[in-house]
């Protein structure tokens, strides 16, 4: 079964640091691009970036550099270093496949939630 | 304020047709990006329902369909069923923001 396994959320403080992972499972992960989108409660769903097979991430401007993806493709393992933290940053984290033939992001983790509180 | 504009709500009751509204713009619907669609329900990953505007993955029942008009997308559940309560996003690439952005969501009750 293809699957895609969050961890690494939890509670933070405001101004500090998470490393998120996302570990694959199922498939070849070297070939494929990850994201993450995340969702606050009662919100919808944000793309935060992307990372191709080969060549460097993509973030969208509201990013502003406070969020970093990588990829280890001998462990099938994506991550997602957030630092700066802001309780706006509260929200489920999702790592999502996306499928170079559909476009789609086509296999999802099941999340991990992160509270940025003091 | 999401980029794609759905209606926060809609409802049918057992075996009727409820239709979606993604509304966007032409950098993003409206030129020549593909609309996705996906289902959550609640305490569970998202879930693809619709590629490129009306393709279905395999699993997805042929009771979901999705279209493409202009600016706007859309997606019908027809003999709506209990199991498919749940939220409904729509999502496309945006090229003046460079980013992939998602609708507001659509939350669908079955009465």
């Known amino acids: 079964e293809e699957q895609l396994v969050e961890s690494g959320g939890g509670l933070a403080q405001p101004g500090g640091s998470l490393r998120l992972s996302c570990l694959a499972s199922?498939?070849?992960?070297?070939?494929?691009?990850f994201h993450w989108v995340r969702q606050p409660t009662g919100k919808s769903l944000e793309w935060l970036c992307g990372?191709?097979?080969?060549?460097?991430?993509h973030y969208p401007g509201s990013v502003k550099g406070r969020f970093t993806i990588s990829r280890d493709n001998v462990r099938n393992t994506l991550y997602l270093q957030i630092i700066n933290l802001r309780p706006g940053d509260t929200a489920e984290y999702f790592c999502a496949r996306r499928n170079g033939k559909s476009g789609a992001f086509d296999v999802w983790g099941r999340g991990t939630m992160v509270i940025v509180s003091s | 304020q999401s980029v794609l504009t759905q209606p926060p709500s809609a409802s049918g009751t057992p075996g009727q047709r409820v239709t979606i509204s993604c509304s966007g713009s032409?950098?993003?619907?409206?030129?020549?990006?593909?609309a996705y669609w996906y289902q959550r329900l609640p305490g569970t990953a998202p879930k693809l329902l619709i590629y490129k505007n009306d393709q279905r993955p395999s699993g997805v029942p042929d009771r979901f369909s999705g279209s493409k008009s202009g600016p706007s997308a859309s997606l019908a559940i027809s003999g709506l069923r209990s199991e498919d309560e749940a939220e409904y996003y729509c999502a496309t690439w945006d090229d003046r923001r460079s980013a992939w952005v998602f609708g507001g969501g659509t939350k669908v009750t079955v009465l």
């Open positions: 032409g950098s993003n619907i409206g030129g020549n990006n593909h």
């Open positions: 199922g498939f070849v992960f070297k070939s494929y691009d």
């Open positions: 990372i191709p097979v080969a060549g460097d991430p």
